[in-house]
């Protein structure tokens, strides 16, 4: 049982560049999430999905884009990769909505 | 407009004495509380929760208490370990009718247990 796994661990990008972050998780949860956490700050919820094929939007989602095919995978797609979306990426799954979270080991991105 | 508030950045507490950390919020709907404790380079992990219909909750050397009528929530950690040392971050979540029942996370509180 791995729980929540997210890839790449640590990504460098250009300004402009595209990337996906990868989430799968292997515990069945319908509840999936993607945060950001700046240094000194909290996490900001970036977008949720309640189930296969049904996502929406969180606090911070602008420049970001997401896809729901599976139960397991959570994809996080960044286009035109800009400065301040230098952060650290965790990925989280719930078995019920808003509880206990299970987060991933997280993806440092930098955007020079 | 930040609906959880942890006004105390850092905590430094010696081994085996009581560690208090404190979280405030805003926003009378939330309805499920919970606390994570985060070490460097990995992912937040749950460590205990509370729902607004109670003022407390206990798991071993963890409890958590809820001031409704404060907006104030606690977690109070007996006795503290070297080990309790990570970031703690205390967390909210509204019913399905407020904010969709999203949760929303405070800034976080550094914990330093000092042998």
């Known amino acids: 049982n791995a729980g929540v796994t997210q890839t790449p661990k640590f990504r460098i990008l250009k300004i402009g560049q595209s990337m996906t972050l990868q989430c799968a998780q292997d515990?069945?949860?319908?509840?999936m999430y993607w945060y950001r956490q700046d240094p000194g700050m909290g996490l900001k919820l970036i977008y949720y999905?309640?189930?296969?094929?049904?996502?929406d939007k969180g606090e911070v989602p602008n420049g970001y884009n997401v896809s729901r095919s599976t139960t397991e995978d959570f994809p996080l797609r960044l286009e035109l990769a800009a400065p301040s979306q230098t952060s650290v990426y965790f990925c989280?799954?719930?078995?019920?909505?808003?509880?206990?979270?299970?987060f991933g080991p997280g993806t440092r991105l930098t955007v020079t | 407009d930040q609906q959880v508030k942890q006004n105390s950045p850092s905590l430094s507490v010696q081994e085996g004495r009581i560690s208090i950390l404190n979280c405030d919020y805003t926003?009378?709907?939330?309805?499920?509380f919970l606390w994570y404790k985060k070490y460097p380079a990995e992912g937040p992990t749950f460590l205990i929760s509370?729902?607004?219909?109670?003022d407390k909750n206990e798991d071993g050397r963890f409890t958590v208490f809820l001031n409704k009528s404060a907006k104030h929530l606690s977690l109070h950690i007996v006795p503290s370990q070297p080990g309790d040392s990570a970031v703690y971050f205390c967390?909210?979540?509204?019913?399905?009718?407020?904010?969709?029942?999203?949760?929303?996370f405070g800034d976080g509180t550094t914990l330093t247990v000092k042998p």
């Open positions: 989280a799954s719930s078995y019920v909505w808003g509880g206990e979270q299970y």
């Open positions: 515990m069945n949860h319908n509840y």
């Open positions: 999905s309640v189930g296969a094929g049904i996502t």
């Open positions: 926003n009378s709907m939330f309805d499920y």
């Open positions: 509370i729902s607004s219909i109670k």
């Open positions: 967390a909210a979540r509204g019913d399905l009718n407020t904010n969709a029942g999203k949760s929303t």
